[in-house]
């Protein structure tokens, strides 16, 4: 039992805390990628691929964040993909198409979740270098440039952009999710600059080369992880660019964003499960995706597996009494957090001890789904706009 504890206890803290702070350390001294185009005349045109369903609170501020980019618009084509919405989503993207001749609607009337909508996309390009992204993320004015620039490298296959989280708001959990963020966007261009194995982009927007993409099956609900490990295990490099800077609307809800993790949760175990040959800590990508994934997906197990430990060892010491006082004040912090939320008392240390074992209950529902229910791969978004609400 004491081993048990012990173990369990060190890995939730390698994976949060060793693993990532000991990357970030040795990359300091690395270079992200030398081999980049220098200009935009002379990169390549890009084909910017959107899957959207009832995202009319968005979508024509994304399309015309990318058309007022930097880039210029005779190189790039905006292709859209409706998967049957059911609000003024396929209006706007109509009307859209009327006035840009770059940009191509799709609207499909059967729905078949956003990996097919990817697919059908995807084959649809004209262009070899894609950039996959969400109809929430606004695009600054250089995030298309950045991304791209990377491609004269013919080791790449894969490059991320820089999410910076917008909206931020005491009430709720949007400041403890804009900080987990932010800090795994500095762990994955650590991992990007040491290794060039990132560990899944952030699926809001990310460039590919069309040649290296594998379709997508339609049960996964963690589209840009099964692409990005693909790419690596094909042998191209996946990077970060913190240059490529794109905007997102955080979320604020504690129930929406546990509905997200959720579901993320679900697509994750979909895609341990597809890549269980991958895990071999002694090849480089068996070690990465190991610690910095496969161990947080489990880390709701490791978090049971101490409790029941710890209450097992306590006739053994002063010690493991504390511990466990410990542990079960912690489990307690979230109902005080909500107790004192409703009364407009916000406790930072507290938010964050809610957030994270919020988010480790959305993994382990997650588990469950993956078990237990049916491999839908349709999707619900997330409420845009929540600081507004």
């Known amino acids: 039992m004491i081993y048990l504890f012990w173990v369990c206890l060190f890995l939730i803290v390698y994976t949060y805390f060793i693993f990532p702070i000991t990357v970030i350390l040795f990359s300091k001294s690395k270079v992200l990628n030398k081999t980049t185009y220098k200009n935009i005349d002379k990169s390549p045109s890009v084909s910017i691929l959107i899957s959207a369903y009832n995202?009319?609170?968005?979508i024509k501020e994304k399309v015309m964040s990318?058309?007022?980019?930097?880039?210029p618009n005779n190189k790039i084509e905006i292709i859209?993909?409706?998967?049957?919405?059911?609000?003024?989503?396929?209006?706007?993207?109509?009307?859209?198409?009327k006035h840009y001749p770059f940009v191509i609607a799709n609207i499909f009337d059967k729905r078949s979740g956003k990996a097919g909508v990817i697919n059908k996309l995807v084959e649809k390009a004209k262009n070899e270098i894609l950039i996959l992204t969400d109809a929430n993320i606004i695009f600054s004015k250089n995030t298309i440039f950045s991304l791209i620039q990377h491609f004269k490298n013919p080791k790449i296959g894969l490059v991320d952009a820089n999410m910076v989280n917008i909206?931020?708001?005491k009430s709720g959990i949007s400041f403890q999710e804009k900080t987990y963020i932010s800090t795994e966007v500095k762990f994955k261009h650590a991992e990007s600059k040491l290794w060039g194995n990132l560990m899944g982009p952030f699926g809001g927007c990310f460039a590919i080369r069309k040649s290296l993409?594998?379709?997508?099956?339609?049960?996964?609900?963690v589209d840009d992880f099964f692409v990005c490990m693909n790419i690596l295990k094909g042998g191209k490099l996946a990077i970060n660019d913190l240059d490529a800077v794109v905007y997102e609307d955080v979320s604020?809800?504690?129930?929406?964003?546990?509905?997200?993790?959720?579901?993320?949760?679900?697509?994750?175990?979909?895609?341990?499960?597809?890549?269980?040959?991958?895990?071999?800590?002694?090849s480089k990508l068996g070690f990465v995706f190991i610690s910095h994934k496969v161990i947080r997906w489990l880390s709701p197990i490791f978090l049971f597996i101490i409790l029941a430990t710890n209450l097992t060892l306590i006739p053994d010491?002063?010690?493991?009494?504390?511990?466990?006082?410990?542990?079960?004040?912690?489990?307690?912090?979230?109902?005080?957090d909500l107790l004192l939320r409703k009364i407009g008392i916000?406790?930072?240390t507290l938010r964050f001890i809610t957030h994270f074992y919020s988010m480790n209950l959305a993994l382990l529902f997650g588990l469950f789904d993956y078990l237990f229910s049916s491999n839908s791969g349709f999707w619900e978004p997330t409420k845009r706009k929540q600081n507004e609400i």
Request: glycine share 4%; aromatic share 16%; proline share 4%.
């Open 55 to 58: 995202e009319q609170e968005v």
């Open 66 to 71: 990318i058309i007022n980019s930097n880039f």
């Open 252 to 282: 604020n809800q504690l129930s929406e964003e546990f509905r997200r993790k959720r579901r993320i949760s679900k697509g994750n175990f979909i895609n341990l499960f597809h890549f269980k040959n991958v895990l071999n800590p002694f």
């Open 80 to 97: 859209i993909g409706s998967d049957c919405s059911t609000d003024n989503t396929n209006k706007i993207i109509n009307n859209l198409a």
């Open 317 to 336: 010491s002063i010690f493991y009494k504390f511990t466990f006082i410990f542990q079960l004040l912690l489990f307690v912090s979230p109902f005080i």
């Open 167 to 169: 909206g931020i708001k």
């Open 346 to 348: 916000h406790v930072l």
């Open 213 to 221: 993409f594998t379709p997508i099956p339609e049960n996964f609900l």
